[in-house]
Nanobody
């Protein structure tokens, strides 16, 4: 059974930092497209950061310079370091990967940026 479980979300003040982690079971993050998405109330789910199958990271313009996506193949985790957080970063964050033509998603972790 494939499971993706996000952790690390919470309440943080503007300018603060959080590190999100996604632990995978039943699937490997290696040699796959992996990504973090987020969805705020009333908005579409948007791609935040991803690692292409070639290993290149890419980011949404809104988070460039602030967020860093990384993959730990040994621990089979996907991470998102979020710095200089802004209120507009408030959303449920999901990790995702694709395997054998099927998209897999975690349950999401809430990130709230508020003073």
């Amino acid at each position: 059974q494939v499971q993706l479980v996000e952790s690390g979300g919470g309440l943080v003040q503007p300018g603060g930092s959080l590190r999100l982690s996604c632990a995978a079971s039943g699937i490997s993050f290696s040699y796959k497209f992996v990504a973090w998405y987020r969805q705020a109330p009333g908005k579409q789910r948007e791609l935040v950061a991803a690692i292409s199958i070639s290993g290149s990271p890419n980011y949404a313009d809104s988070v460039k310079g602030r967020f860093t996506i990384s993959r730990d193949t040994t621990k089979n985790t996907l991470n998102l370091q979020m710095n200089s957080l802004k209120p507009e970063d408030t959303a449920v964050y999901f990790c995702s990967t694709r395997w054998r033509g099927v998209d897999y998603w975690g349950q999401g972790t809430q990130v709230t940026v508020s003073a």
